[in-house]
């Protein structure tokens, strides 16, 4: 019987574990990074970082490792949050004690939500360039003293990067892994030529946002969301695939 194949989109460097695991569900994976991370390289954010106090929020993975590299951590002296359990799980990779674990969905609007029991203080957000400003703006109103560092910045890699008619003239996918609105929109761009071929792969999402998008896109069947985002959820979606899959 042949391997369910499923394309994994996240950045390079960021997918082996998940990819290891889908393999341990029998699975053919493929690594296609639809995003390329860069640091930012600035002084004025390495000094920032170092006078770091009170509360500072770490919006991604990306952001922890990235923020790692200007100031190692540990950091004392601060409240520490994070967005998601990867990103958690990440800054105590690190040895940095979280004040609350996040809390489901994992998104901007569910911080907010912990931020409600919360007195009104300064908040330092770590984070790529670009992204939404929800948090800054809503704490802003509540009388919090938000900033912001970028420390990483996003881009789509070129065609020629990734190698694109290999991985999407012949190739036929059963599953796509998403872990982002912005990874999803580089994907179909990057495979203009050959779109028609991806829209009846299963995908599996991190948010209802992506599976808006997804339907946007014109992909023929509704996308999985993973619950909670990230590995744990996708994998439990792959599995519920797979299930369905087996009885047909």
């Known amino acids: 019987m042949k391997k369910p194949q499923i394309l994994i989109t996240r950045p390079a460097g960021q997918h082996h574990r998940f990819q290891n695991a889908l393999q341990d569900l029998g699975l053919k994976t493929v690594h296609c990074p639809c995003l390329v991370i860069e640091p930012i390289e600035n002084t004025a954010a390495q000094l920032a970082l170092h006078k770091a106090r009170g509360a500072v929020l770490f919006t991604s993975v990306n952001a922890v490792y990235n923020a790692h590299k200007l100031r ?5 002296g601060i409240r520490s949050y994070a967005i998601g359990p990867a990103t958690a799980e990440a ?17 901007s609007e569910s911080f907010l939500e912990i931020c409600l029991n919360k007195s009104a203080e300064h908040l330092l957000i770590i984070k790529g360039s670009g992204g939404r400003n929800l948090i800054e703006q809503q704490l802003n109103q509540r009388g919090w003293q938000v900033s912001t560092i970028d420390v990483y910045c996003r881009r789509s890699p070129n065609a020629s990067e990734i190698n694109a008619k ?3 003239s012949k190739e036929i996918y059963d599953l796509i892994s998403i872990s982002s609105d912005e990874g999803l929109t580089n994907l179909m761009e990057l495979a203009r030529p050959w779109r028609k071929q991806l829209l009846p792969a299963q995908l599996i999402v991190n948010s209802e946002r992506s599976a808006s998008l997804a339907q946007q896109l014109e992909f023929t069947n509704p996308a999985l969301v993973a619950n909670p985002a990230g590995d744990q959820g996708q994998l439990s979606c792959v599995r519920q695939w797979l299930a369905m899959h087996s009885k047909g």
């Open 91 to 107: 800054l105590r990779d690190r040895q940095q004690v979280l004040d609350t674990d996040p809390e489901p969905p994992y998104n």
């Open 166 to 168: 290999l991985l999407f």
């Open 72 to 76: 190692s951590l540990p950091w004392p």
